[in-house]
DNA sequence: CGGCCGATCCACT
DNA sequence: GTGGATCGGCCGA
């Protein structure tokens, strides 16, 4: 079932990116669809948070979608490249969101070989938060898309992930946000139960 | 308005 | 394991 408004209003984003893990993303494109169970998020926990966009409340068209109530997605362009795709939480002006960064690919696997121009399914399609976005065709003009529409969403399917099977370390590439950058806000599903998901699926 | 740089990825060596 | 690609956002002037 898809994931309903008050998952995302949830006011604690590092419960969010935790509780993440295993949910699918889906994308609807031109009658395309593609989905992926999530491997690996950030949590980035607004004004507090010095790696944030949102930092201190900065308030710029970027950033604006942000601040919108949990449920949108926040898409922006890293690098002149990539758009990296984020699930918007809590409530209205409170800009806190989780950064995707990785899927596992369980849906529309033609569409996605097609959009990374693979011929073959190898592990690593949509193992960083610029090639999921280009595998699930998620350009950074769908920011401030509703997740609970019918174009970009994430479901539940009872997929449990223990905490066993969690790694939790500090996020990636945010140096400059000094003592926030060793916040332990990086939540990754080991390989070895990616492998066991993937068993599954066969 | 100009310049710097980033929540990255890939082709090379 | 390293450097180049590539461009919008942000800040300072």
Redesign the pocket.
């Known amino acids: 079932m898809k994931l309903t408004r008050a998952f995302y209003l949830n006011t604690d984003v590092v419960e969010v990116a935790r509780s993440l893990l295993g949910k699918y993303l889906y994308t609807n494109m031109n009658a395309c669809i593609t989905a992926g169970v999530i491997t690996e998020t950030?949590a980035?926990n607004g004004r507090e948070d010095k790696?944030?966009?949102?930092y201190g409340g900065?308030l710029?068209?970027?950033?604006r979608v942000?601040f919108q109530q949990g449920g949108t997605a926040?898409v922006?362009?890293?690098?002149?490249?990539?758009s990296?795709f984020?699930v918007v939480t809590n409530t209205e002006n409170n800009p806190q969101?989780?950064?995707i960064?990785g899927v596992y690919p369980v849906l529309g696997l033609e569409t996605i070989l097609k959009r990374?121009k693979k011929d073959r399914l190898s592990g690593?399609l949509t193992?960083?938060?610029?090639?999921?976005?280009?595998a699930l065709g998620i350009h950074?003009t769908h920011s401030g898309l509703n997740l609970l529409g019918d174009q970009i969403w994430i479901e539940d399917k009872n997929l449990i992930i223990q905490d066993d099977d969690v790694l939790i370390t500090s996020?990636?590439?945010?140096?400059?946000?000094e003592e926030d950058a060793a916040l332990p806000y990086r939540f990754m599903v080991k390989d070895t139960k990616v492998q066991d998901i993937k068993k599954a699926l066969l």
């Open positions: 950030e980035y790696a944030c966009h949102a900065r710029t068209e970027r950033t942000m926040y922006y362009l890293c690098y002149g490249i990539h990296l984020n969101a989780v950064l960064r990374v690593s193992d960083g938060p610029g090639k999921l976005s280009k950074y996020r990636i590439g945010v140096d400059y946000a």
